[in-house]
């Protein structure tokens, strides 16, 4: 035996009373708020789950952040300390100081040390959550 049913005023399509939208044009039915009425008053309240963004952004407290920032920061300003070449070779004279890879070099370390001073700012300027 099928549910009782009511006609959608748009299309003149039988749908049950429990639907909220019509099968065939997916108008509303006149119903509908009564269904959702019902339907909220039966049921157990639910939790609902935070956006995707904002359960990133609240994950863990400041200071992992903070620490990931300082050690990113750290490993970049090792980096173009100790592994990025700054020479060239020239032929038949060996290698050269180019002086435009010695200007990066020195940029990419003030970037490193900018990203370390974000990280010791919010590490020490930053309080953590208490709910």
Known sequence: MSAPQGECPSCKTANAYTS???NLCGARLP???AVTAKAAASST???SAPSMKKA???TGSPSI???CLIYVGLAWVAYFLLFFDTSVQVGGFGRINNIGLISQRQSFIMVGIG???VGVMIYFFTKP???
């Open 115 to 117: 990203i370390v001073i």
């Open 20 to 22: 909220v939208i019509c």
């Open 129 to 131: 959550k208490t709910d």
């Open 65 to 67: 952040w903070a620490r």
């Open 56 to 58: 990133f952004l609240s």
């Open 45 to 47: 309240p639910k939790v």
């Open 31 to 33: 119903w509908a708020d």
